[in-house]
Each structure stands twice: as structure tokens, then as C-alpha cells.
């Protein structure tokens, strides 16, 4: 059976309702899943599981979730070849440029890591829509066939 983690970092919800979405989709599929908050998490965790996802909200104009800038740091120094990654995440398209900003930064961090990616990063405007959830079950079920 295969293993995923996904960590998420929330203020007011939406990025925790996106983690659940995704946690609930890899349930449906038979997949191992745990979900973790990011301040309780250490990013060496990634190393025992297959797939591995991260759900940031973005702040302060771009900026990464405070309490996630350790794991964020530990994260670009791991070894994840062999992995399968993705992210996701709830933003709001007011901020234009830094819309979800902190999902592209995780990326690029699963990429520094060796990591491959197995879905394109979801952006979710503020609370998760039908549409969204079509889009977060699309992208679970994507890093699943590029896990097999
Ligand atoms: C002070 C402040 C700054 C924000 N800056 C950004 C930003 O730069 N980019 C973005 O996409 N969203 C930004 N947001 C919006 C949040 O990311 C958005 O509300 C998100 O859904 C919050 O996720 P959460 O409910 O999981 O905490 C900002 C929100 C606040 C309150």
C-alpha cells in the first residue's frame, strides 16, 4: 500500500479544509495517509512515506507561514529522490503577483530536495469551492498514478 503525508499551515481554516479534501481523496483511493500540522511536523517525516504534500496559506505579501520557516529550511536539505511531491494551497487572488506565493516556494524547495512532482500546484482562492474540490481530487489521484 502506498504512504503519503500532508502537512498543512492554517490561520483561519481554508488551508486545513483544502488538507482534509486531499487527505480524504487519498483515503478513497486506498492510499496510507497522514495529516499534520507544520509546527508539530519535522520535514525529516517525508523520508518514510512515498508521497508527500504540503498545504501553506501565504501572508504578508508573499511571505511563508511563520511557524513553517524551520520546516521549510529543513526541507531543501533532505535527500526526497525517489519521492513523490505536491502542493497546495489557499490564497487570495487580491495580492495578484503573491497569490499563493508560499505553494510555488514549497515547490521549489521539494525540487532543491530531488523530489519529483507528480501534480501542478492547486491554487484554491480563499475557501474551497465544488470546483476546487474537483480540482484538489484531480491532483490527489495524479500523485498517485505517478507514485505507481
Ligand atoms: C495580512 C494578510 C496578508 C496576506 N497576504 C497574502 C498574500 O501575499 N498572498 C496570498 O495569496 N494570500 C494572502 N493572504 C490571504 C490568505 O492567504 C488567505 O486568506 C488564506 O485563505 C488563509 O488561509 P488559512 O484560512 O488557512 O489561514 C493574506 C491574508 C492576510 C490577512
Redesign the pocket.
Known amino acids: 500500500m502506498a504512504t503519503a503525508k500532508v502537512i498543512?499551515?492554517?490561520?483561519?481554516?481554508?488551508?486545513?479544509?483544502?488538507a482534509d479534501i486531499i487527505t480524504e481523496k487519498f483515503e478513497q483511493l486506498g492510499v496510507d495517509v497522514t495529516k499534520e500540522e507544520i509546527s508539530q511536523a519535522d520535514a525529516t517525516e517525508f523520508e518514510d512515506v512515498d508521497i508527500c504534500v504540503v498545504v501553506p496559506?501565504?501572508?504578508?505579501?508573499?511571505?511563508l507561514p511563520e511557524e513553517g520557516l524551520d520546516f521549510y529550511d529543513d526541507l531543501q536539505e533532505l535527500d526526497l529522490s525517489g519521492k513523490i511531491f505536491g502542493c497546495a494551497g489557499?490564497?487570495?487572488?487580491?495580492?495578484e503577483e503573491?497569490?499563493?506565493?508560499?505553494v510555488t516556494d514549497f515547490s521549489a524547495a521539494f525540487k532543491k530536495a530531488g523530489a519529483t512532482q507528480g501534480a501542478s500546484d492547486v491554487f484554491?482562492n480563499?475557501?474551497p469551492t465544488a470546483e476546487d474540490i474537483e480540482h484538489l481530487d484531480a491532483f490527489t489521484e495524479q500523485l498517485v498514478k505517478a507514485q505507481a
Open positions: 498543512f499551515a492554517t490561520i483561519t481554516g481554508n488551508n486545513e479544509d483544502v496559506y501565504t501572508y504578508d505579501q508573499g511571505a489557499s490564497g487570495d487572488t487580491f495580492y503573491d497569490y499563493c506565493r508560499a484554491v480563499l475557501a
